[in-house]
């Protein structure tokens, strides 16, 4: 990420999974719900989320030198795809993979660190094309 807008954007973006990752958590309370604990467990991520992406809009500045300028696109469009597939993911635990590899990215590019940023990176690419919603190549 090479400019405080683009780290702005990226916080949108994750903002935006947040809230698709909620509006997936009611509709898992709906017959047949899933398990208490599933649920509260989801909310905790949704929350985790939210500060991520709550803490990248504070940092801008600071992020837009970190060094992620590679990854840069390829993070965007995973992002950008990520909160429409939230949404339409049909199993919990396909949800709760997606998430976890979510704040593993938000926690990478937060912490400023892009030597950590591809696991989780590519993890959600391989998930995005598994569930038929692949990000173009870039």
Same mark, same amino acid.
């Given at each position: 990420?090479?400019?405080?807008?683009?780290?702005?954007? +990226?916080?949108?973006?994750?903002?935006?999974?947040?809230? &698709?990752?909620?509006? =997936?958590?009611?509709?898992?309370?709906?017959?047949? &719900?899933? !398990?208490?604990?599933?649920?509260?467990?989801?909310?905790? =991520?949704? *929350? @985790?989320? =939210?500060?991520?992406?709550?803490?990248?809009?504070?940092?801008? @500045?600071?992020?837009?030198?970190?060094?992620?300028?590679? !990854?840069?696109?390829? *993070? +965007?469009?995973?992002? !950008?795809? !990520?909160? +429409?597939?939230? %949404?339409?993911?049909?199993?919990?635990?396909? *949800?709760?993979?997606?998430? &976890? %590899?979510?704040? &593993?990215?938000? @926690?990478?590019?937060?912490?400023? #660190?892009?030597?950590?940023?591809? =696991?989780?990176? %590519?993890?959600? #690419?391989?998930?995005?094309?598994?569930?038929?919603?692949?990000?173009?190549?870039?």
């Amino acid at each position: 990420m090479n400019s405080a807008t683009d780290i702005e954007t +990226l916080a949108g973006q994750l903002s935006d999974c947040a809230n &698709a990752l909620h509006r =997936r958590i009611l509709q898992a309370m709906r017959p047949p &719900a899933a !398990a208490q604990a599933q649920i509260q467990a989801l909310f905790g =991520r949704e *929350v @985790a989320l =939210r500060s991520c992406a709550n803490g990248l809009y504070l940092d801008a @500045a600071r992020l837009a030198a970190s060094g992620l300028d590679p !990854a840069r696109q390829q *993070v +965007l469009a995973v992002t !950008a795809r !990520a909160q +429409l597939t939230l %949404e339409r993911i049909q199993h919990i635990k396909d *949800v709760f993979d997606f998430s &976890a %590899e979510l704040l &593993a990215l938000g @926690a990478a590019i937060a912490s400023g #660190k892009p030597e950590h940023l591809l =696991r989780p990176l %590519e993890n959600l #690419k391989h998930q995005l094309a598994a569930l038929g919603h692949a990000p173009p190549e870039g």
